[in-house]
């Protein structure tokens, strides 16, 4: 899972630097209404929208345009069109990605999808030619400095979660999705804030890649998927040494 947190740093660095707010809030709005018109306004009844809700905050989202987005949904009927779709395939490397996408036209995404990868030296797969090796969990992330070991396993464990772990200098909280409010809640009852809270997907097998100029094509890879515009998240299972990481980021 080392990997996943290494991701997860990059794009939070990269987020802090984006220009892009405007289409980044547009993707959460979409995300949101689209959770909306699944199973309603009520976050207690509707898993979707605690998702979607917690990824436009940590995208520093506003709150009254998360509120619009809800009101906006329950009220018209502006994004019946829209279904969640997941694209699948390998990019540089033998890399394996999953990308979760929200399209009002899968005849119009797909075909662009698959450009994108072919591009990059890719291919885009069927679907279910890498999903088995992702696996979806609750993922809360805290500075190691934030909370002691025993307190947080404590937590965890008496929430229904699954397993605590030292990644680098973060804690990383797992546990099943259906457990993301349970585990949500105690956490805040706690006093604790995480640096991060979603449901994701987390690789269950990494893919080391050592060679810099493979990995700057997996990340440029990357990076052109997530700017789509109906791409939600994009997920991967690389291991790219934290020297090259840092070189490349400097690069950006």
């Not at 099943?176 to 006093?191: C, G, V, Y």
């Not at 810099?212 to 700017?227: N, R, Y």
Request: glycine share 8%.
């Amino acid at each position: 899972m080392a990997g996943h947190n290494k991701w997860a740093n990059i794009k939070h660095r990269k987020g802090a630097q984006d220009k892009r707010k405007g289409i980044l809030f547009s993707k959460c709005s979409k995300a949101i209404m689209a959770a909306v018109k699944q199973a309603g306004p009520d976050p207690d009844m509707n898993l979707a929208l605690v998702y979607a809700i917690e990824k436009a905050r940590e995208s520093n989202m506003p709150r009254e345009r998360i509120e619009r987005a809800i009101h906006a949904a329950a009220g018209t009927g502006a994004v019946d069109s829209v279904e969640e779709v997941i694209y699948e395939g390998y990019g540089p490397g033998g890399v394996a990605l999953m990308i979760e996408s929200l399209t009002d036209n899968r005849h119009r995404t797909a075909p662009e999808m698959k450009k994108i990868f072919e591009k990059a030296g890719g291919n885009m797969g069927g679907s279910g030619c890498v999903s088995h090796l992702f696996v979806r969990k609750a993922i809360f992330t805290f500075s190691k400095d934030a909370v002691l070991e025993d307190r947080l396993v404590e937590l965890v464990l008496e929430a229904g979660g699954e397993d605590v772990a030292l990644e680098g200098e973060q804690w990383l909280v797992t546990g099943a999705p259906e457990r993301f409010t349970a585990l949500r809640k105690a956490l805040q009852a706690a006093s604790l804030t995480p640096a991060s809270a979603a449901v994701s997907y987390l690789p269950t097998m990494k893919v080391d890649v050592s060679d810099e100029d493979v990995a700057a094509k997996i990340l440029k890879l990357v990076e052109v998927l997530d700017e789509h515009d109906d791409v939600s998240t994009v997920h991967a299972n690389f291991d790219i040494p934290d020297p090259i990481l840092e070189r490349l980021s400097l690069e950006d």
